[in-house]
Structures are given as C-alpha cells and as structure tokens.
C-alpha cells in the first residue's frame, strides 16, 4: 500500500514553480498523500489535486486543523528552508522529511532536531548543513526532477542568437539578487543578441522591470508576462538560459528553469551562487562566470560559437542526474527508512 505522506509547502503552482512541481510528482507515485500549507497568493485553496492552502492571516486556524489531521497521515514532508519556523513547529507526531529547496536563516537547533531526514539538491548543500551542526547521517542528496520524455531536445531556432531568463522575483529588493540588472547590462553590450524575460503575472517586480527597460531603451529585450504552462516551447524558442543569480538567499540553489533548460538541450550561463552551477561546470554544459553584464555578454559568446556542442552537453547532463524515476526512487528509499 502507498505509504500517506502530509507535504508542508507554500506553493501551489506546478506548472510555474519549482517546489510545486515536485510536490505533484511525488504525489503522482503516492496517490494517498495531501499538500497542505500556507501562502500569501491566496485566501484559501481547497483542492485535493493543487492542495490545501490558507493565507497567512489564518495560520491559526491552519494549525488547528493540521494538528487534527496530522495523524491520519504517516510521514510529515516539508518542502522549504531551514527557516520554516512555523511548518517545523506544526509538525509533531510523525517521522519528518525536510527538502533544502531554497537558502533561509535557520531556526532554533532545537526545532531542527525534529527532523529525521534533511534532503539538499545538490552535492554542496550536504557540507553546508554540516556546517551548521546537523547529523551527517541524516542528509540526503536527491537531485530535482524533470520529465525526460517531455522536455526534449529540438534544433536551434531560427534567427538570431536568443536567451531565456525564467525566474522572475516577486519583490523588486530581489531583482538584483536574481541578476536582472546585469542581464540589461549583458543586452546593452550585445544588441544582436535577442532577450526573452518570462515574468509571473504575481508580485510588485514588474512595475521596476518595465521602468528599467524604458530607461535603457533595449529593442532586443522582450518582456512577456503570463501564466505560461507550456514552457517547453519557450525553451525551445531559445538557444540558452542564464540563471545569473548572486545572492543564494533570494533564489532558489537548484533553479527549475536550469534543469528543465538542459533536459531541452539548451546550456546555461550561470553563477557560481547558483547550487548546480559545479555540475554544469563538470559536464560542460554551460557556462559559470561571475554575475556581471560583461562576464555574461561574453559568455554568451562562447555559447555561440559551439552552441551544438554545449546543447549535447546539456541533455546528457539531464539524464544523468535529473530523471523524474531517480527522483521519485531516491525519496521512496528514503521513505522505507522511516517507516
């Protein structure tokens, strides 16, 4: 029998973010489970295929009704940081997982010391949980997943040479830490070079956004705003992906816009903020340079001039490590442990 497993997130859009994503596939191969959580996108969610969800200005009654229905469950699974305070103190009476997926300031040690099993996404996320005190023991490297029958390889798109940022903030204090303003540098330095910035129609970003493209005047940068769920077609409208984040707090270490990039054969030019950047510098599959207009104009570049190269590259990078079956069989493993 499928074990019941609770997963405690804040996201609840698996076609736009990350953490949602995953949730969904693990759900999908433990059909007894439920998402639950809190978010500020909504009042309230109730949806036993997104989850279930209040605002935050309901957290009490969100903690009243997890406390009663926790039990029914066999396994807690947090889907955040070290920093969720408030998942880490609703959850009490069950073996708990927690997933790395983003870089927060931890909370009390003795909160942590609930959990049994921390799960970091990628090989550096292990020594730094280390660092901080916790058990090697209990940490896990699992790496994130994409559908590789989904997200495959196509020709290079016809036209000039273009590139896809897909990781729009929803605070206009984390454009910077994102990289944005070194992508309109990078487009500034490069006019032949066409730009495609996907941002999610959420947030107060995208009023800075649009101010700095009318300030800079930069005829090959396009702004498209949207709810967009067929991203596999934006991917295969670019020839790259940047992912040129610097600060690690404000962004997410293993970027779904990177992973899904390489399963469509399209390299990346990252940072070396970025938690996969080391493996995407290993495989050659991009690009890793520091966060600047110049370093990544001239990364792109070097993309350029042997994009079939990088693009093999990317996919074979994507199937050693990103299957959607390595996913689900590294947390099923983990699950047995605990039950």
């Known amino acids: 029998m499928s074990p019941r497993i609770a997963y405690w997130t804040s996201a609840f859009e698996p076609e736009m ?28 969610l109730l949806s036993w295929k997104r989850g279930f969800c209040l605002n935050p200005r ?26 969720d305070w408030f998942f880490l103190q609703g959850v009490r009476r069950r073996p708990t997982v ?41 940490i896990r490297l699992i790496f994130p997943p994409v559908d590789l029958e989904r997200f495959v390889p196509a020709g290079a798109p016809k036209g000039p040479f273009t590139v896809l940022f897909a ?30 910035l996907l941002w999610r129609p959420w947030g107060s970003s995208l009023t800075r956004v649009r101010q700095w493209l009318a300030e800079r005047e930069l ?35 293993a970027p779904n816009s990177l992973v899904e990039s390489l399963a469509c054969g399209r390299p990346v030019v990252a940072t070396p903020a970025v938690g996969l950047a080391e493996l995407v510098r290993e495989e050659q599959a991009g690009i890793i340079c520091p966060g600047r207009g110049q370093a990544l104009a001239e990364s792109l570049d070097r993309l350029q001039a042997d994009w079939p190269t990088f693009s093999r590259r ?26």
């Not at 999908?28 to 809190?38: D, E, H, K, M, Q």
């Not at 790395?100 to 292990?126: C, H, I, M, Q």
């Open 17 to 44: 973010e990350a953490i949602a994503s995953e949730v969904a596939a693990l759900r999908r191969c433990f059909p007894a489970s439920v998402a639950w959580g809190l978010s500020h996108r909504h009042w309230a």
């Open 58 to 83: 309901f957290h009490l009654l969100f903690r009243t009704a997890t406390r009663l229905l926790e039990p029914a469950f066999q396994l807690n699974h947090i889907f955040g940081s070290l920093g």
């Open 98 to 138: 927690l997933t790395v997926a983003a870089e927060n300031f931890p909370v009390d040690s003795s909160l942590l010391e609930r959990v049994d099993r921390f799960v970091v996404e990628y090989p550096a996320g292990r020594e730094k949980l280390i660092q901080l005190g916790l058990d090697a023991g209990k």
């Open 167 to 196: 990781s729009s903030p929803d605070e206009p204090s984390w454009l910077e830490g994102r990289g944005v303003p070194a992508i309109l540098e990078a487009a500034a330095l490069r006019p032949k070079i066409q730009f495609r």
């Open 219 to 253: 005829a090959n940068v396009k702004l498209l705003v949207g709810r967009f769920a067929d991203m596999i077609c934006q991917y295969r409208a670019a020839h790259a992906t940047v992912v040129p984040f610097i600060r690690p707090d404000q962004c997410k270490p």
């Open 314 to 339: 990317a996919r074979s990078l994507a199937e050693r490590w990103f299957a959607s079956e390595r996913f689900v069989q590294g947390y099923q493993q983990l699950y047995k442990e605990l039950l």
